[in-house]
């Protein structure tokens, strides 16, 4: 499995190519703004070069580049990488525990999309509210 790097992301020019800044699938997002907006009062925060949502302070999932990344119970994280189409997060050489990268042609439906959405939800209310 591939690992996400800071590298990777800087190339990123966005689907449109027009705003070299973006550095996250904004269509994606739209996506994922309704069902975490079902889910509580989720905020969003630039983060990792692209976007993530918050539940209570803890961070659920967020948009790079054109996949989404999600924080999960580091046992259902390591679970999770036997998937297909997922790999480790790792920003600075030291994969961060509980955080994988889903690719984004396996969410591009939305019922695989909410699969992992709900997932990070799911684990981001399991916390105590920041």
Do not use: H
Request: glycine fraction near 12%; proline fraction near 5%; hydrophobic fraction near 40%.
């Amino acid at each position: 499995m591939s690992e996400c790097t800071l590298r990777e992301l800087s190339g990123f020019r966005g689907q449109s190519g027009k705003n070299p800044r973006v550095a996250y699938d904004e269509a994606l997002a739209d996506r994922i703004r309704p069902m975490l907006g079902a889910r509580g009062d989720a905020t969003e925060r630039k983060m990792f070069g692209g976007i993530t949502w918050m539940l209570q302070g803890n961070m659920a999932c967020g948009v790079l580049g054109d996949d989404i990344a999600v924080r999960l119970l580091p046992e259902d994280a390591d679970r999770a990488l036997e998937e297909p189409g997922t790999r480790r997060f790792d920003m600075t050489g030291r994969p961060a525990r509980g955080f994988i990268v889903v690719a984004g042609d396996v969410v591009s439906d939305d019922a695989a999309l909410a699969r992992w959405v709900n997932a990070g939800a799911d684990y981001a209310l399991s916390l105590p509210p920041k």
